[in-house]
């Protein structure tokens, strides 16, 4: 053993780090797999085995360059909110209206309740206030708290072992920090019969809803008024939220033009929301006993997909495909929303359009518009180590409150999610594309989390056996439970049992409002929607200033 011990120590520091990280990760992604009842750690597992890695570590002598894991940690972590941002920055804001002031008051009570629960500790419980701090940094898996307590505690004048506790106590709560989340989520899921499938499609059925479902009508031209008139004047172009795609005039079926005016016995195709259509044929005319279909003529319809840079953030209507080209685009598919294509309506990378005209004329569209499978299964790294530069700098932005000792961050969570979130809305800006296919953001992801959990545990694993076996660290660790499951299964319980929030989304706001992407891994591993990291993500921001926020007023308050 001394000899394997030695062997160890012999090799280069990096070599030393990656053997034991994966060691970590495929021990610890294997014991999350195991299952009880269908429940089990996920992705958690891999801090579990960084912990257990730790502690058998300290305990053989094995040495590491805390140094480089500390880079390992953080670039893990960036990577993870990095690539959430991406995922859920083209449908951010409009969550963010639709529900954004609700789970940010819901965020907002989970906080306020934490802090309660941590003075009734100091102050009933008699725990010295430097490890209530840290107990509940932890407990609350927050990082950027356990920075700001004990900045707070020099600022104020605090001895150096006052300013060392808050770190014990984080690192005994901030196991059943993550573990407490699950535990929330799996209680919630049983006392409310949940089924996240369910849920998974009630979410999708909702956000359809509110978008208005494109459908189909064909319309004979009767009314004398409609007739002799442009199609551009009668709002027949996407304008008022109906498309005009195809028009059958004696008995040949053709590309409808801006300039074509109605004559009667006209048959057209209109595409829009059921409502708009009905008010169309009123106006027009009458349902037509035709169905026009391009079956058996010489157009075809095609789907397109935007891959070009040369037509990023253009509008359909300076394309103007109708006249340069002999095609008519009837619908833009935008991230699974069908969408009118509205002259005013700007391409993104990726919408997928569908496009009526004769061959040749949609292959000379096909080649405007890029229609490359193979572009949207390229990563461009460009955009993405430029997104994660604008990230960090973000992050590093000082915030300065009057008042407080100390300036307020995003800091490396916070500034890659925020500029992730932004550049994704944004979609491209020349040449730079921020667009990354499902497949490589889900790798992206994975990797990440589990280089951060890994390396969490393994540093957090030579003091947590020690902690918790001499002193008070059983005791700290019942706190820390406090801290954790009372605010979040009160919030829970109130934003399935009255706010009515899906499920999905109160895993995303849990977890968001602990700052805690381990929980959104696993909620995310409970279904493909994207309903956790959009709450996630819209919580996000106002959480990690009150938790930074939080342990700086106890002191002011408490010291």
Avoid at 110 to 129: F, K, N, S, Y
Avoid at 145 to 165: D, Y
Avoid at 261 to 284: I, N, S, Y
Avoid at 318 to 333: I, T
């Amino acid at each position: 053993m001394t000899l394997l011990i030695d062997l160890f120590n012999g090799l280069p520091d990096i070599a030393r780090i990656m053997l034991m990280l994966s060691v970590v990760a495929a021990s610890g992604l294997a014991l999350g797999q195991i299952k009880v009842r269908g429940v089990g750690l996920g992705i958690g597992g891999v801090l579990f085995a960084g912990i257990a890695a730790g502690h058998v570590a300290k305990a053989l002598g094995l040495t590491f360059d805390h140094h480089v894991l500390h880079f390992m940690r953080e670039f893990g972590l960036i990577l993870f909110v990095y690539t959430i941002g991406v995922q859920v920055g083209p449908g951010f804001f409009a969550a963010l209206k639709r529900s954004g002031l609700t789970l940010n008051l819901l965020a907002a009570s989970l906080v306020g309740l934490g802090v309660l629960v941590a003075v009734a500790i100091h102050e009933i419980g008699g725990v010295p206030l430097p490890a209530v701090l840290g107990i509940f940094s932890g407990a609350v898996t927050n990082t950027p708290s356990l920075g700001a307590a004990q900045e707070m505690l020099r600022e104020v004048g605090a001895s150096a072992a006052e300013i060392n506790t808050p770190s014990l106590g984080y690192a005994v709560a901030y196991p059943f920090g993550i573990v407490g989340i699950l535990i929330t989520m799996g209680l919630i899921r049983v006392v409310f019969r949940i089924d996240p499938a369910v849920e998974a499609e009630a979410f999708e059925r909702r956000r359809r809803a509110q978008v208005e479902t494109l459908e189909t009508l064909d319309v004979a031209v009767r009314n004398r008024s409609a007739m002799g008139l442009p199609l551009r004047d009668m709002a027949l172009f996407g304008d008022q939220g109906v498309m005009i795609s195809r028009l059958l005039r004696e008995g040949r079926l053709q590309v409808p033009h801006p300039d074509t005016c109605l004559r009667a016995g006209d048959v057209v195709h209109l595409v829009g929301p059921r409502v708009k259509l009905e008010a169309k044929k009123r106006l027009r005319g009458e349902a037509a006993e035709v169905t026009l279909t391009t079956k058996g003529t010489d157009m075809r319809w095609d789907r397109l997909v935007v891959t070009s840079e040369h037509v990023l953030g253009k509008a359909i209507g300076q394309l103007d495909l109708a006249d340069a080209y002999d095609v008519v685009v009837s619908r833009v598919n935008r991230a699974g929303v069908e969408l009118v294509p509205s002259p005013a309506l700007h391409l993104q990378f990726g919408d997928i359009l569908t496009a009526i005209g004769k061959p040749s004329d949609l292959q000379r569209v096909a080649a405007l518009m890029g229609n490359s499978a193979r572009r949207l299964q390229q990563v461009e790294f460009v955009p993405v180590f430029i997104g994660i530069l604008l990230g960090v700098l973000l992050g590093s932005i000082p915030f300065y409150i009057p008042g407080m000792p100390a300036p307020l961050k995003l800091g490396l969570a916070g500034g890659p999610l925020v500029a992730a979130i932004l550049l994704a809305r944004i979609g491209h800006i020349g040449p730079l594309v921020w667009f990354m296919p499902p497949a490589a953001n889900m790798a992206l992801r994975e990797i990440g989390i589990v280089l951060f959990l890994a390396v969490v545990g393994l540093m957090s694993g030579d003091r947590f056996v020690e902690t918790l076996v001499h002193g008070d660290g059983l005791m700290w660790i019942g706190c820390g439970v406090l801290v954790t499951l009372i605010p979040l299964l009160v919030v829970g319980v109130i934003a399935r049992a009255f706010a009515r929030q899906n499920y999905l989304t109160i895993c995303g706001l849990l977890s968001g409002s602990m700052t805690d992407p381990p929980a959104l891994a696993f909620a995310n591993a409970m279904s493909a929607s994207e309903a956790p990291a959009l709450a996630y993500a819209t919580v996000y921001p106002m959480v990690m200033f009150l938790r930074i926020l939080a342990p700086q007023l106890i002191v002011l308050f408490l010291w």
